[in-house]
């Protein structure tokens, strides 16, 4: 059977060989090791609940030796001190043999993060892209600026910084994976990765393979472990010299305190909690069509979802009369069934996050527009959930805290001021949405969010090239897959004589 021949549900061989190994150790200086004192956690299939594969628990003192790894590999490998084309030969390399091996990838990361096999394929294209991408934004950028300055000679000059740490949430942990190592390593620095505990196989497998085309040991260090112990001492390093969270509020704010203490520069993508701001002049069934299609993509678990709706108020019963037919044809499955529009959420931890929510805003007042709970799917034990759609005060706690599923909050509002200040209205500033048939109405709104994103007509829209990050509690810093990112990998040295 070719890669290209199998179906999303027939598990290719080359997968299964994967899932059966023994124990998926960490790769550090390109080779794998197990955890120092033998620890082991195991990852699961949500769509099933069934155990996928047993992991390498880190301790403290391994993530000490990934992170000297790095640093060796910095100081002692070519790696750093290559012309920039020949390191994009590496990432070219490694693109080319990510698409060859799509499939396969792409089956790994669906049973280990729950999404359905579609969009785990076009995370594993968007590796390859931001690969791409990457090397040749890099090789067009000047790594010397003369500036000219009166009585002096003086210049700017680009050089990697050295080992970067990388910690990873477990909703694209594929596709975030390459948004971290591609500039990091383009530029010349090392990485050391720690996936979340819930999905670390695709970014172990990745590791191997980067060994496999080539990449001297130690440039792409894969750290698998849990959070608290794992996590912890990758942020806590103080060898590292850049570090980057992508992950919840809570987690990021300890990252950050951890790193503050090395003065360790860090980078933040957060959680959010977007707006969505309809007005009545918009086409109702194709904003329902895709603001639906935004709330259960990976039923719900994005960070820039749009999770409020602000509807003006004389198109808002249409508007949900429209949405909740749709929200209940959704087909829920297994992720690599044919036909399932949304699968599991990634765990029970998960499932009852969401389902908690639904009750605690309620409980405050919220009215129930589409009822949500658990999905019941025939024959599987996974973490179901039904898409749910919530209504009332935007100061109800499911309207202001992330809830991370598939579900919406809706409110009414009467005038554009009053959709903006709704919408602006949050502690978080990821990415909100305006929709309406008029543009200039449109910018004006998308150009007024407190965000770091502002999208038309459409939501989730992620575009390589455009800087995308968060702002309040959504995060700081970062600009993704974009030269802010990739000046983010360089440290500047001012070289400076007086004439
Ligand atoms: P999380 O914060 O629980 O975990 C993220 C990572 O941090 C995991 O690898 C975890 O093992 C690690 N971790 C946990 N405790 C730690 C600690 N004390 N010290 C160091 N590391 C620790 O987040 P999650 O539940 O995996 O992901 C969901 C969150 O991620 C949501 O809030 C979502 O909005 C956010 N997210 C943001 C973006 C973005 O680009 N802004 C993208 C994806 C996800």
């Not at 950028?141 to 009166?150: F, S």
């Not at 720690?194 to 894969?222: F, M, Q, R, W």
């Not at 806590?236 to 203490?261: D, H, I, Q, W, Y």
């Amino acid at each position: 059977m070719t890669m290209e021949a199998a179906t999303q549900n027939e598990l290719l061989p080359e997968v299964q060989d994967f899932l059966n190994k023994e124990i998926h150790g960490a790769v550090i200086g390109g080779v794998e090791v197990m955890a120092a004192d033998g620890g082991t956690f195991d990852t699961h299939d949500p769509g099933s609940g069934e155990k996928l594969a047993t992991v390498a628990n880190l301790t403290a003192e391994d993530v000490e030796c990934a992170v000297a790894s790095a640093q060796k590999a910095f100081n002692e490998s070519d790696w750093a001190k290559m012309p920039v084309n020949e390191r994009c030969v590496y990432l070219h390399r490694l693109a080319d043999e990510v698409e060859k091996r799509k499939a396969i990838i792409a089956q790994i990361e669906t049973l280990d993060c729950g999404k359905i096999y579609e969009q785990a394929v076009a995370d594993v294209e968007n590796f390859i892209e931001t690969h791409r991408y990457f090397a040749g934004l890099a090789q067009n950028l000047d790594m010397r600026t003369v500036i000219a300055v009166k009585g002096h000679e003086a210049a700017v000059v680009r050089h990697p910084w050295g080992a970067c740490g990388f910690i990873t949430p477990w909703n694209f942990p594929f596709l975030l994976c390459g948004w971290g190592i591609a500039p990091a390593t383009v530029s010349g620095n090392t990485c050391v990765v720690k996936p979340a505990e819930d999905t670390p196989l695709s970014t172990l497998y990745v590791a191997h393979l980067a060994k496999e085309v080539g990449y001297p040991g130690g440039v792409i260090n894969v750290i698998p472990g849990i959070g608290e112990q794992t996590g912890v001492a990758l942020s806590a390093n103080p060898n590292l010299k850049r570090m980057s969270f992508t992950g919840s509020p809570e987690v990021g704010r300890m990252v950050a305190s951890n790193c503050g203490g090395n003065l360790i520069p860090v980078k933040l993508e957060l959680g959010g909690k977007g707006a969505a701001v309809i007005f009545s002049d918009v086409d109702i069934d194709d904003a329902a069509e895709k603001l639906v299609g935004a709330i259960t993509f990976h039923a719900g678990q994005v960070c820039c979802d749009a999770t409020r709706w602000l509807i003006q108020r004389d198109i808002y019963d249409d508007f949900i009369g429209a949405t909740v037919d749709r929200l209940q044809a959704i087909k829920i499955g297994h992720q690599m069934d044919n036909g399932t529009q949304m699968g599991p959420v990634v765990s029970e931890v998960q499932r009852n996050r969401v389902l908690g929510y639904l009750q605690k805003g309620v409980a405050a007042g919220a009215e129930t527009l589409l009822e949500g709970g658990t999905a019941e799917v025939s024959g599987r034990n996974g973490h179901y959930v039904k898409p749910a759609l919530l209504a009332g005060s935007l100061d109800n706690v499911a309207a202001r805290e992330e809830i991370f599923g598939p579900v919406a909050y809706c409110a009414p509002f009467d005038d554009e001021a009053e959709g903006v200040r709704l919408a602006n209205d949050t502690d978080y500033g990821l990415a909100n949405s305006v929709w309406s048939s008029d543009l200039a109405r449109c910018r004006r709104v998308a150009e007024a969010f407190d965000s770091g994103n502002g999208w038309i007509n459409s939501h989730n829209v992620v575009v390589h090239g455009v800087p995308y990050a968060g702002v309040k509690k959504s995060g700081m810093g970062g600009g993704v897959v974009s030269l802010e990112t990739l000046l983010d990998y360089y440290r500047n040295i001012s070289v400076i004589r007086p004439l």
